[in-house]
Every structure is written in C-alpha cells, then in structure tokens.
C-alpha cells in the first residue's frame, strides 16, 4: 500500500522560511513523479511543484519561481520543499502526491496524481 507521509510545517512570520518533507513507502518504482499542491480554505487546491526521479527536473507554479526549491532523496524516497521568502499568501494545508511507474511528470494538475499524503499545515502571518 502506497503511503506518503509529509512533516515540516508550522507557523512562521512572513519572510521566513520553512522545510517540508515526504516520504513514501509502499512502492519499488524508481520512475516517479512527485508533487506538492496547496489547499487553502475556500481554494481549489493547486500544484505548487513537481520533480521526476529519474533527472531531477523541477517545474513550478509561478506564484512561487525563485523562493520555493523541490528537491529529492532518491535513496531514502524522499522529497523536500524548501520554501524562502514566505507570504500570507502561502499559507494553506501543503499536501504531498506520487504519480508512480511514468516516463516523465505530467500535468501538475490534481487529477493526474493517484496517491496522497494527509497534508501539513503552513501559516504565514505579518
């Protein structure tokens, strides 16, 4: 059973920073996509980032080019999101997703992701 776990959010000041993990189990696919999305109340949930296992390429929502980083572990299946400069507008409940067995990532869309964490919380204030 494929199962994602995310950690890392909290409460930060606007400006901050923060760094979110995932890791997943439950699978042996080394050709994998993963993802972050938000969700904040009220809001469609959005794709923030994606990153293939197989050359690390990173694709991002343009609300957050030049302060969030998505990164990997292949090793210990692990994803990370390191996110700089925070906003108010940043806060939401940050979840993780797999899309496993592909040849590259698709759409950061939410309905190409099967498989999902429970989701961490980020809140930004002034």
């Known amino acids: 059973q494929v199962q994602l776990v995310e950690s890392g959010g909290g409460s930060v000041q606007a400006g901050g920073s923060l760094r979110l993990s995932c890791v997943g189990s439950g699978y042996t696919y080394s050709a994998v996509c993963m993802a972050w999305f938000r969700q904040a109340p009220g809001k469609e949930r959005e794709g923030v980032a994606q990153i293939y296992s197989r050359d690390g390429r990173p694709f991002y929502t343009d609300s957050v080019k030049g302060r969030f980083t998505i990164s990997q572990d292949n090793a210990k299946n692990t994803v990370y999101l390191q996110m700089n400069s925070l906003q108010l507008e940043d806060t939401a409940m940050y979840y993780c997703?797999?899309?496993?067995?592909?040849?590259?990532?698709?759409?950061?869309?939410?309905?190409?992701?099967?498989?999902w964490g429970q989701g961490t919380q980020v809140t930004v204030s002034s």
């Open positions: 997703a797999a899309d496993l067995a592909v040849s590259y990532c698709r759409s950061l869309n939410q309905y190409t992701y099967r498989h």
